[in-house]
C-alpha cells in the first residue's frame, strides 16, 4: 500500500510545472556557476603558480601565499574574500593577508563578482530548498481540499501509511533532484582536464552531498508539517515562504546584530594601546639599541651583538604586536561564534558552517593559513638570528618553503558533526510534529 | 431484503461536536443488500456527518456503526475494506489521466489485478467515453469527474457504498445517468447509502428514505409507502416544523 502511495506521489511531482520549472532553473545555475567557478579556480591557481615561481622573497622580505581550494569551484566559502598574500620581514608580521592574491599583476580577465557569488552550495541553499517548498507546501493541505484525502481514507490506508508513502515520495524527488544537479556539477569539474579531484576531494562531496540532502530534508519535513496543520495550500504556502525568509535571512543577521551588540570588540585606540603596553618592558631598550644600531650602519661598523639585539628587539615588537593582533581576531572569532550559536535555529547557518569546513574554505582553515604563517615567520627570525651569529652557517642554510597542514578528511567530517546532529534531529522533531498531527487531523 | 444481514447499521449512533453542536442524535438506520437508503435534510440536518461516521473519518459520542457486521470504530480498516465512498465535489488527481486516477484508488483499494482493459470496461460501464480514458482529470467537467468518482466505487467492488450528495451540481442528464448507474449497481446487490437534497431523485432511486433534523430521523418511509404520499410535501413540512431542540 505505501508504495502505491509512494509512486503516486514520485509522479505526481514528476508532471507538476512547479517541479520541472524548479529542476530547470536549478540545472541552469548549476551548470553556468560551475563553468564560471572552474574558470575562477584555474585563473587563481595560475596566479598562484605564478606568484611562486616569481617570489622575490630575499633575506629580509619573505612573501607567502595561500594556494586556492579546488573545492572552492563548488563551495567559494570565504577562499575568494579573505586575501592570499602576505609579506613577512622580522619587523612585521601582518595580522591579515594584504588583498587578493594576484589581482594586481593577473593578466586574466576577472567574472563579475555577482556571477561569482552563485556555487552549488547557492543553489542548495536557495534555490533547491524553495523548490522544496514550493513541491511540499500542499502536499496534505491540497488533498484535502480536493476531497481526494477522505477518498484515500475510506480504504483500508491506515494514516501513518499515508503520510509515510507520501514522505518517502516527495524524498526521492527531492533526493533525485539534488543528486542530478551534483552529478552535473561534477561531469563538468572531471571534464575539464586542469582540474584533479584527490580521493579526499571525493570523500568531501560525499560529506556535502550528505549535508545537503539534511538541509533540504528539514525544509521538505517543515513544508510537510505545515502542510498537516494548515488546511488552506494557500495559507500554507504564505506561511513557509515567511520562514523562509526568516530562517535564511532575517534571523541569521539578527544574531548577527545581537552578537555585536553583546560582544563588543576594542577600538582601534584601545588595540593600539594595548600593543605599547605589551611592549612596554622593551621601550627603553628598544630605543637604546636602535639608535646605537643607526649609529652604527652610518659608522659602518655593526657589532654581532648589537646587531643580534636589534633583530631580537624588532622581532619582539613584531610578536607582541602580533599577540595584540591575534588577541582581537579571537575577539572577532568570538563574536562570530556567538552569533553562529544564536542562529543555531536556522538550517541555512548550520548548512553554512558545514559546508565550509567540508570544502575548506571557510574561517577554520583561513586560521590554520595563518598559523602556518606565524610559525614560518618564526623560523625567519631564527634565520635571521643565525646571520648575526653564525654568517657562515647563515649561508649554508636557507629558509624552508612555506607550508602548512591541511585539515584531514576525517577531522573535517569529526568537526561538522554537531551540524549534522542539529540537522538531523530537525528533520527528525519536524517529521514527528508532522506525523503527530496528522493522526489527529480533522480530514473532513 | 430484510432478512439478509445489513452492511450498513447505524445503532444509537450521536456525535456532539466540541463546541456542543449535537450533530447527529441517536439515529438507527440499516441498509441492506441490494438496497437503496436516502437520507434527506436541509444543510446541518447531520447527513455528511453520518457519512463520516460511517468511515470513522470523527469518532461517534455515542452509540456503534457497523459495516458488514464490522464495528467501525473498533476495527475501522477492516470494516473499510467492505464499503467504497463518493464524495460530493471529487477533483481527484488533475496531472493524472482518468485511468491513472483508477488505477491508484484500485490499489488503495486491494484491487491490485486489474489490467487496463479492467480499468477501460469500468469506465465504459460509467459512460465516460474512450477518448475521455487517457486525458488528465483536470480537463474533467463535474459530471465527467463524478462519473470518474463512481468508477472507483465500483471498481473497489464492496458491499456497500457510501454517497455524500453525489448529485449536487449535476446537470439533469448527468444525473439521470448517474442514478442509472446506482440503479445498477443495486441490482447488483450493493447496499447504499446516499446523502441528498434532491427530494425527486430520492423519491425515484431509494428503497427507503429518511429525512434527517438537526441531527434526528424524524421520517422514515419506504417505496411501497410513498407511493401513496406525497415526498415534497412531507419533506416541506418537516422543514418548517418548530425547532426539536426548543
Redesign the interface.
Same mark, same amino acid.
Given at each position: 500500500m505505501i508504495w502505491t502511495i509512494v509512486k503516486r506521489e514520485m509522479l505526481e511531482y514528476l508532471k507538476s510545472a512547479k517541479f520541472l520549472i524548479g529542476l530547470a532553473i536549478t540545472l541552469v545555475l548549476i551548470t553556468f556557476s560551475t563553468i564560471i567557478n572552474i574558470n575562477d579556480f584555474k585563473q587563481r591557481h595560475q596566479d598562484y603558480l605564478n606568484a611562486q615561481q616569481e617570489m622575490k622573497s630575499d633575506s629580509f622580505r619573505v612573501q607567502v601565499y595561500r594556494p586556492p581550494q579546488v573545492l572552492s569551484i563548488l563551495i567559494q566559502g570565504y577562499d575568494r574574500k579573505l586575501g592570499n598574500r602576505i609579506e613577512l620581514t622580522y619587523l612585521n608580521i601582518p595580522a591579515q593577508p594584504s588583498g587578493y592574491m594576484g589581482q594586481l599583476t593577473s593578466q586574466h580577465h576577472r567574472y563579475l563578482a555577482g556571477f561569482s557569488a552563485v556555487d552549488f552550495a547557492f543553489v542548495v541553499r536557495v534555490v533547491l530548498s524553495l523548490m522544496v517548498i514550493f513541491l511540499a507546501y500542499n502536499a496534505i493541505s491540497e488533498e484535502k481540499t480536493h476531497g481526494t484525502l477522505k477518498l484515500m481514507l475510506a480504504n483500508r490506508l491506515p494514516r501513518d501509511q499515508l503520510l509515510l508513502g507520501k514522505f518517502i515520495g516527495g524524498l526521492f524527488v527531492v533526493m533525485g533532484s539534488l543528486v542530478i544537479s551534483t552529478i552535473v556539477s561534477l561531469l563538468i569539474i572531471l571534464f575539464n582536464p586542469a582540474i584533479s579531484l584527490a580521493s579526499s576531494d571525493w570523500a568531501r562531496i560525499l560529506g556535502l552531498l550528505g549535508i545537503s540532502a539534511l538541509y533540504l530534508i528539514c525544509f521538505y519535513t517543515l513544508s510537510l508539517f505545515i502542510s498537516v496543520v494548515v488546511s488552506r495550500p494557500s495559507i500554507a504556502l504564505l506561511v513557509l515562504l515567511q520562514l523562509w525568509i526568516f530562517l535564511i535571512i532575517i534571523y541569521p543577521n539578527l544574531s548577527v546584530l545581537a552578537a555585536e551588540n553583546l560582544y563588543n570588540l576594542p577600538s582601534e585606540q584601545v588595540i593600539e594601546k594595548r600593543k605599547e603596553t605589551a611592549f612596554q618592558p622593551y621601550n627603553e631598550e628598544f630605543t637604546r639599541v636602535t639608535r646605537a644600531f643607526h649609529d652604527a650602519v652610518e659608522k659602518g661598523d655593526v657589532p654581532n651583538e648589537l646587531a643580534l639585539r636589534n633583530v631580537e628587539l624588532w622581532s619582539i615588537k613584531a610578536e607582541k604586536n602580533y599577540e595584540v593582533d591575534r588577541e582581537f581576531g579571537n575577539c572577532l572569532s568570538h563574536q562570530m561564534n556567538l552569533a553562529q550559536t544564536l542562529s543555531i535555529l536556522s538550517p541555512a547557518v548550520l548548512y553554512d558552517q558545514a559546508e565550509n569546513r567540508l570544502a575548506r574554505t571557510g574561517m577554520a582553515e583561513f586560521e590554520r593559513f595563518m598559523d602556518g604563517v606565524y610559525r614560518h615567520w618564526q623560523k625567519l627570525v631564527e634565520w635571521q638570528k643565525l646571520r648575526r651569529i653564525d654568517i657562515e652557517a647563515y649561508r649554508k642554510t636557507k629558509l624552508l618553503d612555506f607550508a602548512y597542514p591541511s585539515e584531514t578528511t576525517a577531522y573535517g567530517f569529526v568537526t561538522t558533526m554537531p551540524q549534522w546532529v542539529i540537522l538531523f534531529l530537525f528533520s527528525l522533531i519536524l517529521f514527528t510534529l508532522a506525523y503527530t498531527a496528522f493522526l489527529r487531523k480533522d480530514v473532513r | 431484503m430484510a432478512n439478509q444481514k445489513p452492511i450498513l447499521k447505524a445503532e444509537d449512533l450521536s456525535k456532539r461536536y466540541e463546541d456542543g453542536v449535537l450533530a447527529v442524535d441517536h439515529l438507527n438506520l440499516e441498509v441492506h443488500p441490494g438496497e437503496v437508503y436516502c437520507l434527506l435534510g436541509a444543510n446541518g440536518a447531520g447527513k455528511?456527518t453520518t457519512i463520516?461516521l460511517f468511515?470513522n473519518?470523527?469518532p461517534p459520542t455515542t452509540g456503534t456503526c457497523y459495516i458488514n457486521n464490522i464495528d467501525v470504530t473498533r476495527d475501522p480498516? &477492516?470494516a %473499510? %475494506?467492505y $464499503?467504497? @465512498?463518493v464524495? &460530493? !465535489? $471529487?477533483?481527484?488527481?488533475g !496531472? @493524472?489521466t482518468a485511468r491513472?486516477n483508477l488505477d491508484?484508488?484500485a %490499489?488503495? *483499494? *486491494?484491487r491490485t489485478e486489474l489490467s487496463k482493459e479492467d480499468y477501460h470496461q469500468v469506465m465504459r460501464r460509467v459512460s465516460l467515453q474512450d477518448k475521455a480514458f487517457e486525458q488528465r482529470v483536470k480537463n474533467f467537467s463535474k459530471g465527467m469527474r463524478q462519473k470518474l *468518482?463512481i468508477s472507483?466505487a465500483i471498481i %473497489?467492488n464492496a458491499p456497500g457504498i457510501?454517497l455524500d450528495e453525489p448529485t449536487a451540481g449535476l446537470d439533469p442528464k448527468a444525473a439521470e445517468e448517474f442514478l442509472e448507474i446506482l440503479r445498477e449497481l443495486k441490482n447488483e446487490g450493493k447496499a447504499i447509502l446516499m446523502s441528498t437534497h434532491d427530494i425527486f431523485r430520492a423519491k425515484e432511486i431509494g428503497d427507503r428514505v429518511g429525512i434527517m433534523k438537526e441531527g434526528r430521523l424524524v421520517m422514515e418511509r419506504t417505496r411501497e409507502e410513498l407511493q401513496y404520499e406525497d415526498l415534497v410535501k412531507i419533506y416541506i413540512d418537516y422543514m418548517r416544523s418548530e425547532p426539536l431542540t426548543v
Open positions: - | 455528511t463520516n468511515l473519518f470523527i480498516l &477492516e %473499510k %475494506k $464499503v467504497s @465512498f464524495s &460530493e !465535489n $471529487v477533483m481527484l488527481y !496531472n @493524472f491513472q491508484f484508488f %490499489k488503495l *483499494g *486491494g *468518482g472507483i %473497489k457510501l
